[in-house]
């Protein structure tokens, strides 16, 4: 997904919410533990009209 979700830590496990409105996902922290975040589902959308299929 880009700079747009990606870091240089490490992101897995992304799930679309059952109503399509939010992705969630898990990210490495710099302690070595992992944190659950959330961004508008509607970021898929966006980035696939910047990426040429």
């Given at each position: 997904?880009?700079e747009?979700?990606?870091?240089?830590?490490?992101?897995?496990?992304?799930?679309?919410?059952?109503?399509?409105?939010?992705?969630?996902?898990?990210?490495?922290t710099?302690?070595?533990?992992?944190?659950?975040?959330?961004?508008?589902?509607?970021?898929?959308?966006?980035?696939?009209?910047?990426?040429?299929?």
């Open positions: 997904m880009g747009t979700i990606n870091t240089s830590m490490r992101e897995a496990s992304a799930s679309v919410t059952p109503d399509g409105k939010y992705l969630f996902f898990n990210r490495a710099q302690n070595n533990d992992s944190d659950i975040y959330w961004v508008g589902a509607q970021i898929i959308k966006t980035l696939k009209k910047r990426v040429k299929i």
